[in-house]
């Protein structure tokens, strides 16, 4: 059982372009997030896809775009790079757990291997 | 946003029991404790997940004390390569989806 995958595994790019990125998340999971992190720190949250679309957004620019596809394999989209763009991108997989009167909730996620983008 | 705070850095040898605090106050009612290991340049690896009380697991223990201000990682008899980032996360749970909130970390170092 393949557990979540990232593709590439590096990419050098130049200030304006643009980058993306892929995930696949484990079998059976159906949620996907994203996240960032810049060398010496803790990944932050960039937002996170079901059913293919954004239900949950941290504190990044438009620039920042993603896509959920209907097998649930995800992608992130990075506009007009910028230097500080360089780090560590992470992907996340879960699976929404319908927990009766509480509604829907997300369980553990897995992360994938990373993809280490870096912006000359 | 419920914060966690852990010590920044911990060292330990070879054999030894090393416990990990992490303090968050401002724990909600729907919020779980989870504990993520990483290595350089890797994504994290989820170790454990509770919600009160006392969970084990074949890899660590987590102990939370009945006022959920406080988690406690346990792993018993560390080897070296147990030296990583450990993360103590408590997970901002609505039916809009889950933010996993990291700070930066406890960095273990286990020395022979």
């Known amino acids: 059982d393949a557990g979540v995958t990232q593709s590439p595994t590096h990419l050098i790019k130049t200030r304006g372009q643009q980058v993306t990125l892929r995930c696949s998340p484990k079998s059976g999971h159906d949620t996907v997030s994203w996240y960032q992190q810049a060398l010496g720190q803790g990944p932050q949250f960039i937002f996170q896809?079901?059913?293919?679309?954004?239900?949950q957004r941290g504190n990044f620019p438009d620039r920042f775009s993603g896509h959920q596809f209907p097998n649930y394999s995800s992608e992130l989209n990075v506009n007009a790079l910028l230097l500080g763009d360089s780090a560590l991108y992470l992907c996340?997989?879960?699976?929404?757990?319908?927990?009766?009167?509480?509604?829907?909730?997300?369980?553990?996620?897995?992360f994938g291997p990373g993809t280490r983008l870096t912006v000359l | 946003l419920a914060k966690t705070t852990q010590p920044i850095s911990m060292d330990s040898y070879e054999g030894q029991e090393v416990n990990i605090t992490c303090s968050h106050n401002n724990i909600a009612t729907n919020d779980y404790i989870t504990w993520y290991q990483q290595f350089p340049s890797q994504g994290p690896r989820f170790i454990i997940q509770g919600y009160k009380t006392k969970v084990t697991n074949e890899v660590a223990s987590l102990f939370i004390p009945a006022d959920r201000k406080s988690s406690t990682l346990s792993l018993p008899r560390v080897s070296l390569s147990d030296t990583a980032v450990y993360y103590c996360l408590v997970a901002e749970a609505n039916q809009a989806g889950t933010a996993l909130i990291f700070g930066k970390g406890t960095t273990l170092s286990v020395s022979s």
């Open positions: 896809y079901y059913e293919e679309e954004e239900r």
């Open positions: 996340a997989s879960s699976r929404q757990v319908v927990a009766g009167l509480a509604g829907v909730w997300t369980d553990t996620q897995y």
